[in-house]
C-alpha cells in the first residue's frame, strides 16, 4: 500500500510539469530541429538549461522522429553522413 501511495505521489507530481514547446512542434522535422540539437551516427547531442528546457527538446526530436522516420534512421545509423551533414 504504501508503495502504491508512492507512486501515485510521483506520478502526480510529473503530470503538473509543462513542457514549453513551440506552437508547431507537431509537424516537426528532422531538418526543422532547432541548433540545441544535433545528430550524426552513434551522437546525440542537447544543449539545454534545465530540465523543462531538456523536455521540450527531447519532444521536439521525438515529434521530428515520428513524423521523418527514413530520415531520421539515415542521420543515425552509420553510412548515414550526407543526411547526418544536413541536420547540423
Given at each position: ?7 501515485t505521489r510521483r506520478q ?33 547531442r542537447i544543449e539545454f ?29 552509420d553510412g548515414g553522413n ?7
Amino acid at each position: 500500500m504504501v508503495e502504491e501511495l508512492d507512486r501515485t505521489r510521483r506520478q502526480l507530481a510529473a503530470r503538473r510539469v509543462r513542457i514549453p514547446a513551440a506552437a508547431d512542434v507537431e509537424d516537426r522535422r528532422l531538418r526543422d530541429l532547432s541548433g540545441d540539437i544535433a545528430l550524426k551516427p552513434g551522437e546525440l547531442r542537447i544543449e539545454f538549461y534545465g530540465a523543462e528546457d531538456l523536455a521540450a527538446k527531447l519532444l521536439e526530436l521525438s515529434k521530428a522522429m515520428a513524423n521523418d522516420w527514413p530520415a531520421f534512421a539515415r542521420a543515425v545509423e552509420d553510412g548515414g553522413n550526407e543526411a547526418a551533414a544536413a541536420v547540423r
